[in-house]
């Protein structure tokens, strides 16, 4: 866990980061109500393709990084 929230941080420190941001919201801003909904199922879709299609060690550390619990 630690490591997820280093990595978050570290990307946050980054100009491009925010900017990525700001352009996100300027487009999710200027969407109407069924583009939005539109938006929504992809990401969805996506999510579930990458969970589908992905392997578990995508969403899991590898075996060899972490310590053994005694």
Not at 16 to 43: D, K
Request: no cysteine; hydrophobic share 55%; net charge neutral.
């Amino acid at each position: 866990m630690k490591a997820v929230i280093k990595y978050i941080v570290e990307r946050l420190a980054e100009r491009t980061t925010w900017v990525g941001i700001l352009a996100a919201a300027g487009v999710v801003l200027s969407l109407t109500v069924q583009q939005l909904e539109v938006v929504g199922n992809l990401g969805s879709a996506l999510a579930a393709a990458l969970l589908v299609f992905g392997k578990d060690s995508f969403l899991s550390p590898d075996k060899e990084t972490v310590p053994p619990t005694v």
